[in-house]
């Protein structure tokens, strides 16, 4: 069947008509991916070539006509226009580039604000402040006094673009800070444009199928084969931002086993690394898309510094242990300074409680001894609170014992001994070490490709491996936590896994491999997966094509490698077995994903239907119900070509499911973003819409439908005030319509005041092949022809059923019901008025075929024949 949509239980329609909600942008290919934060909250995201937009409550999120200007947002050539905010020890400047450069000391910020002008005009309408972090993260407040947050609380903006919502209703005050040790650049900070809401991002075209993602809160996920992961954030309901996801401690590939040592250049802020042998690619450097690399040195012995020049800034610990001469270490303070500076111990941890050991309002250098053999104590130095008075303090912790493992990602590559790099950790020594380590992830040594939450945990997977984060911590791969929450890293195993097409979280997590399927697994299915308890077995040996696979309950169904199968990967009943196996869902018509499947959602409401979209333009629609055991192919085509698909969780009976639709209007090239109407409004009355790119009119008796320049030159289908008024003829050969729009309207020979104006289509059925019972056996292949046809009908158009042996010889239902006659406009609700005569001829392959034409509704609740059999021996 095609256009023909099944329930589960019963009957079968004429598919609902799709509304047009508006264009991609610039009419390109797309893929919609659905956010989610409750049924009654959710967005869809709009990604195309380099460029993300966001609808909600179907219209796009636009920002509107305003005149207020930020002074300088670009940072072209100075800091013009910004007041320098900058506390003690805080730096602010201009970058070469034409970008702010922001650097604190760990506890006092670097600052630049700005009072922006917000004219009676302007005042109490959205803004929109969009600020480009070119290396973050960068704390924005944005208030209606200085340094006040009224409009937009103090937010940690990561590397990426934002665009943060919020209404003034005078001038606003701007403030941009940093108290980290590295410096951070700010690319720009301005207002955004009117129009609708975009941001950039890094995919081109040919990356949209390779893109996937999850959910968790306001925040989704992305992988995508060669690009660093994303993260798109949600702020409130219209502020969004797509910034990179840049962990600060790895995963990081096994430590150096060879000659080769770093030396950092400094222990923390923007320095370098220098290495022993050539080492370096232009790889380890970011790109205009993608990160740099990070490495992960520890040191021999620990030492950590700091520049005091407030109340309240310390240094970062040093741990001492073991006993006697093992335990001593040097305490400098330098520079010129007035204040009490304090030498405080933890014997609990690095973070504290703290108490105070000693302190030092002169310069210089002393051995310090605490005497506690055997013991675990942890050291820093700073001034406390009160204790400032003035000056620059240089202090210092230097301890020959134990060592500190500092983290920093590459910035650029001078040549293949040196890198400069920003630290993310202290490092804890500025000479050669040879223990070090190399982050997994950079140009060098490519990027993630699928990720999926499981047990708490972010997971990512490609070129071979797995990664997840440690338990509730979705940026954490720290390889020195320990215990049962620590991140874990494992090789897939044998087998093409360098790109992981999909990741799935059910009982266990599941990995689509392009050669097998993967089962990541713990001991026990009721054991959560662990550093020590983690095991990766081969469930399928199908292998998956790079589509993504949707999760149906307990089940994933994915796209075989071939690209036209589907699969369906559950556990297996038998118990000894305790693991994932697949099943072939397509096995009885393997021909319905040619030419190849290329996108999938499914939609759960009102029937669990998967949506395939086909590199044909063609939707494969599989209802599927494990429970009444339906399983159900059919084609979904209009004019044009489908080529996204994406399904939202509806807040009736029914979801809320979207299309990509290529049309050809006027002669130009459109793509279109059109929603699939709710059967209720499929079934006649007032409010029947049934046609594709369908627009409504409501309002006064008008003969004149305008707006409709999405479907110029287009001959269309109307349902006006209950009637078909748009189908000129309808018969099996001929079926045209009888107004074409031009101008953008059409003009209709009576006034309405209810109209639907959309492309038409039609749906066929044509039953199998007929094998009943005869006193000779199965008449497969003997003559045999249908004498007589029995329909029940529902919510159906006199005129929109056609029934006949072939498409090309059909009739219309009968327009007399019990010896009266039929208005041939009417909606019938209810149709069972017996057999009726069918044109049947002696054929070996009779068949019955069913058509129903847009506008016209039609629901064939059930369908029965006669047959003569012409027996011969």
């Known amino acids: ?58 219209a796009l999120v636009t920002r509107p ?42 506890s006092a910020a670097a600052i630049r604000s700005q009072q922006v002008t917000v004219t009676v005009p302007n005042q109490n309408i959205e803004h929109g402040i969009r600020v480009v972090v070119q290396r973050g993260p960068v704390i924005l407040r944005v208030g209606s006094t200085a340094g006040g947050e009224e409009y937009i609380a103090e937010s940690e903006l990561a590397t990426g673009t934002h665009s943060l919502a919020f209404t003034p209703t005078g001038d606003s005050h701007v403030r941009l800070l940093s108290r980290l040790k590295r410096q951070v650049l700010v690319d720009s900070c301005t207002v955004d444009a009117a129009g609708a809401l975009t941001l950039p991002t890094p995919w081109l075209a040919a990356d949209l199928d390779n893109i996937r993602y ?16 994303r993260r798109i954030e949600r702020r409130a309901v219209r502020s969004w931002s797509v910034v990179q996801y840049l962990p600060p401690d790895g995963p990081f590939l096994v430590e150096n086993t060879g000659p080769t040592t770093f030396t950092a250049g400094a222990l923390s802020g923007n320095t370098t690394l220098t290495s022993s042998a050539a080492f370096f690619k232009s790889t380890h450097a970011p790109t205009a898309s993608n990160a740099g690399a990070l490495f992960r040195l520890t040191s021999a012995g620990q030492r950590v510094t700091a520049s ?20 001593p270490f040097t305490v400098i303070r330098a520079g010129t300074w007035v204040a009490t500076v304090t030498l ?128 509730d911590a979705f940026d954490a791969f720290d390889p020195d936590t320990e215990g049962d929450s620590g991140s874990i890293s494992r090789s897939i195993g044998s087998g ?71 699969f369906q990967l559950s556990l297996v009943a038998d118990p000894s077995a305790a693991d994932y196996g697949a099943v072939d869902l397509s096995q ?55 080529e996204d698909a994406c399904v939202l969780p509806g807040t009736s009976i029914e979801d809320e499911v979207y299309y990509v639709v290529k049309r050809t209007i006027n002669g130009a090239t459109k793509r279109y973003i059109e929603k699939w109407a709710q059967e209720s409004e499929a079934r006649g009355g007032t409010d029947n819409r049934i046609g594709d790119a369908f627009v409504t009119y409501s309002g006064a008796p008008t003969t004149v439908i305008t707006g409709l320049g999405h479907l110029e030159g287009k001959s269309v289908a109307v349902w006006a005030d209950g009637a078909d008024v748009g189908t000129a003829t309808s018969t099996a050969s001929s079926w045209t319509q009888a107004h074409t729009v031009s101008g953008a309207q059409i003009t209709l020979a009576t006034a309405a005041s209810e109209v639907c104006i959309a492309i038409p289509y ?50 219309p239902l009968p327009l007399m019901r019990e010896g009266a006659p039929v208005n041939a406009t009417d909606v019938l609700e209810d149709v069972d008025d017996g057999a009726l005569p069918f044109p049947g001829d002696w054929h070996t392959d009779s068949r019955l075929c069913l058509e129903a034409r847009a506008p016209r509704p039609a629901t064939v609740v059930c369908a029965v024949v006669d047959t003569e059999l012409h027996e011969q021996r």
């Not at 508006?22 to 919609?32: E, K, L, M």
């Not at 670009?74 to 580039?97: H, I, K, L, P, Q």
């Not at 800034?313 to 006697?324: E, H, L, M, N, P």
């Not at 494969?620 to 070509?641: K, M, P, R, S, Y």
Request: proline residues 3%; contains cysteine; aromatic residues 8%.
């Open 308 to 327: 005091v020049t407030a109340a309240d800034q310390f240094t970062s610990a040093i741990q001492v242990t073991g006993t006697g001469t093992q335990r």
């Open 65 to 106: 006509i305003t005149t207020t200007a930020v002074t300088n947002g670009n940072f072209a050539t100075d800091v013009t226009g910004w007041t320098d905010n900058d506390e003690a020890g805080g730096v602010s400047v201009w970058v070469s580039g034409g970008y702010l450069g922001l650097t604190g000391n760990g």
């Open 496 to 566: 093409p896994v360098d790109t992981i097409n999909w990741l799935m979280s059910l009982e266990r997590l599941l990995a689509g491999g392009q050669g097998a399927e993967w089962s990541s697994r713990s001991s026990s299915l009721d054991e959560p997966l662990t550093p020590a308890n983690f095991n990766i077995k081969p469930a399928s040996t199908q292998g998956s094509r790079n589509v993504d696979a949707v999760k149906i309950d307990k089940t994933a169904v994915f796209v075989q490698k071939s690209g036209t199968r589907v």
């Open 588 to 642: 009885l018509v393997p021909e319905v994903g040619e030419p190849s499947i290329v996108r999938a959602a499914v939609q759960r409401q009102p029937d669990t239907r998967v949506h395939f979209v086909r590199s044909d333009g063609k939707v494969a629609l599989l209802v599927f119900d494990q429970t009444e055991n339906t399983l159900c192919w059919l084609l979904i085509e209009t004019d044009g070509e489908i």
């Open 344 to 471: 405080q111990r933890s014997l609990e941890s690095e973070d504290g409680p703290w108490v105070d050991v000693t302190t030092y309002t002169t310069n210089g250098t002393v051995s310090f001894d605490d005497g506690l053999s055997n013991q675990i104590a942890w050291y820093r130095i700073g001034v406390k609170a009160g204790n400032f008075t003035s000056g620059t303090a240089e202090i210092e912790l230097n301890y020959s014992g134990g060592s500190i493992t500092g983290v920093g990602r590459v910035t650029s590559i001078t040549s293949s001994l040196i890198a400069n790099v920003e630290v993310i950790s202290d490092f804890g020594a500025t000479t050669a070490t040879a223990n070090w380590a190399e982050g997994e992830w950079s140009d060098r040594r490519g990027w993630p490709t699928a990720v999926a939450f499981h047990e708490g945990r972010l997971c990512w997977a490609g070129k071979g491996k797995e990664w997840l984060s440690e338990s």
């Open 214 to 229: 999850d959910q968790s809160g306001d925040v989704i996920f992305v992988a995508c084969d060669g690009y660093t992961q």
């Open 1 to 58: 069947m095609t256009n023909w949509v099944p329930r589960v239980l019963g009957s079968m329609m004429l598919r609902p008509g799709w509304k047009y909600l508006g264009s991609t942008a610039s009419d390109a290919a797309a893929h919609c991916i659905p956010f989610v934060f409750a049924v009654d909250d959710k967005a869809k995201i709009e990604l195309t070539a380099n460029l993300m937009r966001v609808w909600i409550n179907d």
């Open 762 to 811: 039609r749906a066929q059925w044509r039953c199998g092949k007929l094998g009943l019972a005869a006193s000779l056996g199965v008449p497969l292949t003997k003559k045999k022809r249908l004498t007589g046809f029995g329909v029940i009908l529902a919510d159906t158009h006199a005129q929109g059923l056609l029934y006949g042996r072939s498409f090309t010889k059909m009739d």
